[in-house]
């Protein structure tokens, strides 16, 4: 009896299933991101486009607060209602991985050959077990904001060229009151802020040092050379004293210490331009990072977000998901990524675009990305942390640099080694 | 009565008025108790079922992993010395607390004018939101723009890093909480002086003791129903400590070097920035018994009945 009710409802349900999809042949696929207004603006005028042009598809957009966006994922991906395109941090790439969340890009319409060959190299970072699964449709780099007005009382009659010329700069621009205390930074030090990818990707490779090996499964930066750029970077803070770590309390005290006039230098990403732009009185300007020495080869630190296919894209959402894809990470929104949201393009054919390149703010940015490079992170937070508390060992308890940092490798091979050993888990 | 106005002969369940008044109580607890079953009991459990299991937030697969989870924690430096670090909050923070408290409460008492501007203000800090709180006392703690270490060199002493040392960090952190708690420690003795009957001083003070003598032996013991409360309340609110300690030291969140990480923040870092949630349930699970531990020892050794 409870039998035929239940097929009878199960037929009905059929029956008006096959009713709507004849009178309507469109596929609904969803996309996924974290709220950032000017990006959700913008992607809603994109899906607008791309629906005019694949007149079969319908794309909902659904955004979340970022903290609670992993958890949003957690709770709706198992369940089958999550997105089937979504938009990560790279980093994020291994978990969503190891979870089954993300499946590999469809080499028919994301070539590997193509990716490597039209894209920056930072996006090698998303190539895992082998295979690209995610792409950025745009990228950040690091550079140095420099205060005009502290530049011109201190006589800098330029932004630094080499690290030496920094540091001499840094020590001019650096005041201090009668007692001591740093009333300006030549360079406001956050090691928790950006330094820690400075030292990863810009100091140890500019001082001939690897930090990583080339499977991303050994740390290698505890080496004579990175010993020596770590010394440089901590020396900063103990013997010429340009800065102080905390000078300004709070998030993003360095970034607001040079807002404040407080900073006459700080390393900062393309995404602080808008911040910056909005909060500093003084006259300022962004240089690309120095090098070790003039035309020394040049390093830079990438992050980039990314966009993804999941594994709910399946059957006939499978190709408008993939179409839809193809079309966020697409020359066409790249430029319009770049203007709407101020973040740089991925695109390699975009960064060499000389206008771009000649651009007072992003330019700086943009020359960095052919050598920039996105550090293969297995847990940022730990990772960052062991930076941190590197410098902290040297800075706050006298430890010679190289054992700081000799201990810092060996704890962040412990991270990099757990990460591994799990994966090999069933 | 209610019930003989009933018509008679349909059997029913007789009640009196007073079991009836039970009932309905019982009844309107249940309400609660259900609500509170579902947000409190039912996400301690699951989260005592995690700890035994390997997730890292977003996988639909949490393998059984047994104590695993324990075993690293055990393991790990950091969580030794958020622990470490968490009792010496305990053991600085409730003595200061409660010493500044009871003093002020005992000043208070004596005083007629102005007791209520001053009750007031020592009670505005605990109202005060405390991350506001936090921010400013980072500032006020800084070692190079913050108006202590002005106040500190002023008066011809070094000036001293604070929040910035890890021999410092924990006890300016300490302050902080102490600053913002005192004067709900002193409304509180200030109830339980008032409760104490005034005949007993009285009869002690015919009897020739003074001062020191009346507070050992008369308000000490008679304030001890308090000195529970504040002693067991206060344990719990420094073992959960968490947004003074992240806000205060943002930019290395329990820093430096972990000289400031509790366990709430520990627990914080794994489970929602390292998406460990296994171990962060696990270490929950650590921190959830030795609130249970010390509270039932608390409970017992502190509350003992006092008669006159």
């Not at chain 1, 994020?92 to 490597?116: H, K, M, R």
């Not at chain 1, 201190?154 to 005041?175: C, H, K, L, S, Y």
């Not at chain 2, 109202?127 to 106040?151: D, E």
């Amino acid at each position: 009896m409870k039998k035929a009710w239940v097929l009878g409802i199960a037929t009905a349900v059929l029956l008006a299933g096959v009713g709507t999809a004849g009178s309507q042949p469109r596929v609904t696929i969803t996309y996924w991101q974290y709220f950032f207004e000017s990006k959700v603006k913008l992607v809603d005028q994109l899906i607008a486009q791309f629906e005019t042009q694949n007149p079969g598809v319908k794309v909902v957009h659904e955004h979340f607060p970022y903290d609670a966006y992993n958890q949003k994922v957690a709770s709706a991906v198992p369940a089958g209602q999550g997105p089937d395109v979504i938009n990560l941090f790279y980093g994020w790439v291994p978990l969503y991985v190891d979870s089954g969340y993300l499946q590999p890009l469809p080499t028919d319409a994301f070539p590997p050959v193509q990716i490597e060959r039209d894209y920056v190299p930072m996006i090698k970072a998303s190539r895992f077990d082998g295979k690209y699964w995610a792409l950025p449709t745009a990228v950040r780099s690091l550079a140095l904001f420099y205060n005009a007005d502290l530049f011109r009382t201190a006589a800098v009659v330029r932004p630094p060229v080499t690290w030496d010329e920094f540091q001499g700069a840094a020590e001019r621009m650096t005041a201090r009151d009668d007692r001591g205390r740093i009333t300006v930074q030549g360079f406001g030090i956050a090691p928790s802020g950006q330094d820690h990818h400075l030292l990863r990707e810009v100091l140890f490779r500019q001082w001939g040092a690897s930090p990583y090996s080339a499977d991303n499964r050994r740390v290698t930066y505890a080496s004579t050379a990175g010993v020596e750029a770590f010394r440089w970077y901590t020396d900063l803070i103990t013997k010429s004293k340009i800065g102080a770590i905390d000078f300004f309390p709070g998030a993003g005290g360095y970034r607001n210490s040079f807002m404040a006039g407080r900073a006459g230098m700080i390393v900062d990403g393309s995404f602080a331009i808008g911040a910056i732009r909005r909060g500093t009185r003084a006259a300022w300007g962004i240089a690309p990072l120095p090098g070790k020495t003039v035309g020394g080869a040049p390093s830079n630190f990438g992050s980039y977000w990314v966009h993804g296919l999941t594994t709910k894209a399946q059957g006939p959402r499978r190709d408008p998901a993939t179409a839809f894809l193809k079309f966020l990470v697409s020359e066409g929104t790249q430029r319009l990524w770049l203007d709407a949201v101020g973040e740089l393009p991925a695109y390699k054919r975009l960064v060499e675009d000389p206008r771009l390149a000649a651009d007072p703010s992003f330019g700086p940015f943009i020359s960095a990305l052919p050598h920039a490079r996105a550090t293969f992170f297995v847990d940022e937070a730990a990772q960052r942390q062991v930076i941190v508390d590197a410098v902290n060992e040297v800075v706050l308890n006298n430890k010679p640099p190289k054992q700081a940092l000799e201990e810092a490798a060996a704890k962040e091979q412990k991270i990099l080694d757990d990460f591994w050993a799990k994966r090999r888990r069933p | 009565m209610a019930a003989a106005a009933r018509p008679a002969g349909r059997p029913r369940l007789e009640l009196r008025i007073g079991q009836q008044r039970t009932l309905w109580a019982y009844l309107f607890l249940l309400v609660p108790l259900l609500f509170f079953a579902l947000i409190r009991i039912l996400p301690a459990l699951s989260s005592l079922y995690i700890s035994l299991h390997e997730w890292n937030v977003i996988s639909p697969v949490r393998p059984f992993v047994g104590l695993d989870n324990f075993r690293t924690l055990a393991a790990d430096p950091k969580f030794a010395k958020a622990a470490l670090n968490t009792v010496r909050y305990v053991a600085v923070g409730i003595p200061a607390q409660i010493a500044i408290g009871l003093a002020l409460a005992l000043m208070l008492q004596r005083i007629n004018r102005f007791r209520g501007l001053f009750r007031a203000l020592y009670f505005m800090p605990f109202i005060t939101p405390i991350v506001a709180a936090s921010w400013v006392w980072q500032w006020m703690y800084s070692q190079h723009l913050g108006p202590l270490n002005h106040l500190l060199l002023s008066v011809g002493l070094p000036a001293q890093p604070f929040l910035r040392s890890p021999g410092q960090a924990l006890y300016a952190v300490v302050a902080m909480i102490v600053w913002q708690y005192v004067g709900f420690q002193t409304v509180i003795f200030l109830a339980g002086l008032e409760s104490i009957p005034r005949v007993y001083y009285e009869a002690a003070e015919v009897d020739g003791a003074k001062g020191w003598r009346l507070f050992r032996n008369i308000t000490l013991p008679l304030l001890n129903p308090t000195m529970v409360f504040s002693v067991v309340y206060s344990t719990i609110v420094y073992l959960q400590l968490f947004t003074q300690v992240l806000n205060m030291t943002f930019q290395d969140q329990g820093g430096p070097l972990a000289s400031t990480l509790t366990l709430v923040l520990y627990v914080y870092h794994l489970g929602f920035q390292r998406f460990r949630m296994g171990e962060a349930a696990a270490a929950t699970a650590v921190l959830f018994a030795v609130i249970l531990v010390i509270t039932l020892l608390q409970m017992r050794v502190l509350s003992k009945p006092v008669d006159y």
